[in-house]
């Protein structure tokens, strides 16, 4: 029976083996399997605490606010920025209020403003294959937002005066989570949150912080449909988020 169950081991190393080289080739996101919760990563690493920011929180009710209803509720009907004008939804956020992996992404395109949900389109199919089929959770283990919770017109990038009038809003949303690891997809979240303009390409792969958050920045999943090889650096940028939080690896 011991023989068997080793020849039964041996098969499935192989078959995950195959699937991950598939998977460097540029392939899609490993097979599906049964989701399940990140039960492992308690004993990894405490949860951050997040550092007082008190510049960004200006706003009393905001200050107050120590959950992510009552974060929504002070965000209200916003009307903070410019982006207020074209948006049919503010996309605030979807996902575990305690989930130890927090995604950040831009802001919402055509398909999120309609529905109101971050990562929805077909960037989101593939952010969904990497949390579903690569790291094997579900969505709703995680949390996804957007450094601006409205669509800029024409999908271009968030300015200046928006992202810092929306930041505090995210920053809130992050100390009220307290993720073990923030991932960054792409270069507005990465430099946003980081606070410089040095390229996505020179950052992506290493540990940085945001306010006593790990922070991993890696590449936004539309540019990996636009370049599919580089789904394989993504793939080494998040089994060092899983490492961090206890996830298996294979
Ligand atoms: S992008 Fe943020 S700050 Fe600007 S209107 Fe929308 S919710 Fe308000």
Known sequence: MAGDNSQFSKGVSAARE?????????????????????????????????????????????????????VRDVLGDCDRCKLCKGRI??????????????????????????????????????????????????????????????RPPDNRNPEPDEIVACEPFLAKQIAVIRPRVIVALGKVPTQSLLQNRTPI?????????????????????AYLLRSPGEKRVVWDDIKQVMKKVGLPIE
């Not at 080739?25 to 008190?54: C, H, I, K, N, T």
């Not at 949390?131 to 937002?145: F, H, N, Q, T």
């Not at 390409?201 to 999943?221: C, E, I, L, N």
């Open 201 to 221: 390409s020179k950052q992506r792969g290493q540990w940085h912080d945001y306010r006593g958050v790990p922070v991993m920045p890696t590449f936004h999943p």
């Open 18 to 70: 195959y699937l991950l080289r598939e998977f460097d080739m540029g392939a899609e996101f490993l097979p599906q399997s049964p989701p399940r919760q990140a039960e492992a990563a308690s004993d990894v690493m405490a949860r951050p605490v997040v550092a007082e920011f008190p510049d960004l929180l200006v706003e009393p009710d905001l200050k107050a606010a120590d959950t992510l209803d009552a």
């Open 89 to 150: 939804n503010i996309v605030f956020g979807v996902g575990n209020p305690e989930a130890e992996v927090m995604f950040v992404g831009e802001g919402p395109g055509a398909d999120e403003d309609a529905q109101g949900i971050p990562f929805v389109g077909r960037a989101g199919k593939l952010l969904t294959d990497i949390i579903e089929k690569g790291m094997r959770l579900r969505r709703d283990d995680v949390y996804i937002a957007n450094i601006v919770k409205c």
